[in-house]
């Protein structure tokens, strides 16, 4: 089954790709790979929170918004591959929660990204990961995804 038919299947239709809030390109592709640029959690072109994870923003809000970076990471890279049937795995994902000191539960968090990867890709979707804890992210963003993907 393709990629795109696996989205199909899922009910999951890829977002446009956001636009930079900076001086950078959403995707690159090198040597077999792409590489993404940290994906926020845009839905529509806004943000759907702001703030800390453990004071404004719940752990189960931050996993869902980590899947929609997964989701926002997948389009870019499928935009620079020249469409999702060229992406054939994960390779790596990185993971960044804006999250108060005492909270620890940054790869609860980036779950959300790894699983819905994970249902995408299948075992091709097994990957490599970080799961860091930050003071703050762009547009104070709750979280930040970026990947590395496998070309086919």
């Known amino acids: 089954m393709s990629v795109s ?10 977002p446009v790709v956001a636009a930079p809030v900076a001086a950078y390109v959403p995707a690159v592709v090198h040597d077999g790979l792409v590489y993404t640029s ?9 943000l759907p929170a702001t703030g ?3 004071a404004e923003v719940t752990a189960e809000d931050a996993n869902a918004y980590a899947r929609t970076c997964a989701l926002n990471a997948l389009a870019a890279a499928a935009a620079a591959a020249g469409g999702v049937d060229r992406i054939a795995g994960v390779l790596r994902l990185g993971g960044f929660v804006a999250s108060t000191p005492d909270f620890t539960g940054q790869p609860g968090v980036i ?3 790894s699983l819905v990867l994970g249902e995408i890709f299948g075992d091709a979707g097994q990957h490599v990961r970080a799961a860091v804890g930050v ?18």
């Open 5 to 14: 038919e696996r989205l199909t299947e899922l009910g999951i239709e890829l």
């Open 38 to 46: 940290g994906q926020l959690p845009f839905v529509e072109g806004a």
């Open 52 to 54: 800390k994870v453990g």
């Open 111 to 113: 779950n959300g990204a």
């Open 135 to 152: 003071p703050v992210l762009p547009l104070d963003s709750p979280v930040e995804v970026e990947a590395t993907f496998i070309l086919a």
